[in-house]
């Protein structure tokens, strides 16, 4: 494997942005559960081994939900062993108490819920409605947070902006969800764009909307879908309301099985390249991560979609 010639920005910082951001690594999760060909969990071991090796310091593992559900990670017994001796974070999800026993079992400390903001989603990747879910989330997140103080669980919304059945989603619908959330017992909510159609103007709606509805900024990430090339505009719209967590994906891994028009998640190079030319640190070293998406695309037998990768990268396009 040959590290890519770097260029890197010329950092400029601009106002009232955070000096910090922390990006939350889901390639290994949202990238990977939809492939259409499962990859080897030795590959999937290697990949986020190679993550950790970019400085990352919070990397999604797995999934532990119904394996028929989702067979690109029907492997999570098998490969969260593989990898738990890393010194980074590696949060998993978990729908339900069977997946919190499976994720507990191996020792994770971790743990992500998954919401939605609409009924169709929540019917479509859950079997749930909105508040049926909910149900099934409370003692998850009671439980998780009963066995000990290191323990963290993460609070997934889906549909946050648009829905591919229900079409634009109301503010105050997923500002409903968010708290429902947080009043469950979730440290950490991140607001997801699952088919990319949101654009700044929405992000810096919702945001404010949470605002006044006492959603503290500090608790809140986002994450965003490329599907119409937004992701990086809407995540520095977020930036600008003070979000200092991100979540993205190596090369542009990504997408969702039960929502068609899914597209990949924001590259988490093209992420790191604007941070970087806005003097904001992540910790990761954007050449690694280059060669380990680089590395990934090889087995996926093609090329990252991530423009950063391209642009930094002898891949074939
Ligand atoms: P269900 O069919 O309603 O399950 O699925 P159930 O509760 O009726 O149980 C049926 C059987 O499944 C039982 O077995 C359970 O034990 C078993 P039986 O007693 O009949 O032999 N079962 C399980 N087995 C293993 N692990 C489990 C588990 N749970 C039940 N955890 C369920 C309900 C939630 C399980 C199912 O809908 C499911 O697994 N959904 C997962 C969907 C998913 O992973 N989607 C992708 C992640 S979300 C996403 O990508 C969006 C995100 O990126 C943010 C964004 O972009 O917006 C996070
Ligand atoms: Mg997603």
Redesign the pocket.
């Known amino acids: 494997m040959n590290t890519p010639e770097l260029g890197l920005p010329m950092p400029v910082p601009a106002e009232g942005l955070p000096a910090r951001v922390r990006i939350h690594e ?1 390639g290994a999760r ?1 990238g990977l ?1 939809n492939e259409k060909a499962t990859v080897p969990t030795a590959v999937k071991a290697e990949f986020i081994r190679r993550l950790a090796g970019t400085g990352l310091t919070t990397i999604e593992a797995t ?5 028929k ?2 067979p690109q990670l029907a492997d999570a017994e098998d490969l969260y062993p593989q990898i738990s001796d890393l010194p980074v974070s590696l949060p998993v ?4 108490e ?2 919190l026993d ?1 994720a507990l079992a191996l020792g994770a400390r971790r743990v ?1 819920v ?1 919401a939605s903001a609409t009924e169709s989603f929540a019917k479509a ?4 409605t909105v508040d049926e879910s909910l149900a ?1 989330f409370e003692p998850v997140v009671s439980r998780a947070k009963g066995e000990g103080d290191d323990v963290r669980v993460r609070g ?4 946050c902006f648009g829905d591919p059945w229900e079409g634009p989603v109301p503010v105050p619908q997923v500002v409903r969800v968010c708290r429902a959330l947080l009043d469950l017992g979730c440290d950490e909510l ?1 607001l ?3 088919i990319g159609v949101a654009t700044p103007g929405q992000v810096t709606a919702l945001l404010a909307a949470l605002a006044e509805a006492g959603v503290p900024v500090s608790a809140l990430g986002v ?1 965003f ?1 490329d599907t119409y090339g937004q992701a990086l505009a809407n995540t520095l719209a977020a930036l600008q309301q003070g979000v200092s967590t991100v979540d993205a994906s190596a090369g542009g891994l990504g997408g ?3 929502a068609k028009s ?1 597209t990949g998640n924001l590259a988490t190079e093209d992420l790191v390249w604007m941070l970087r030319g806005l003097g904001i640190d992540t910790g990761v070293d954007l050449g690694r991560l280059v060669a380990t998406s680089v590395w990934m695309a090889a087995h996926l037998g093609r090329p990252s979609p991530s423009r950063t990768v391209r642009a930094l990268s002898h891949q074939e396009s």
């Open positions: 889901v949202d559960q999934s532990f939900v119904h394996p559900w989702v999800l978990v729908p339900n069977r997946g499976r992500a998954f990747n859950l079997n749930r099934m997934y919304l889906s549909m991140s997801g764009d699952t994450h879908h969702c099985p039960f899914a």
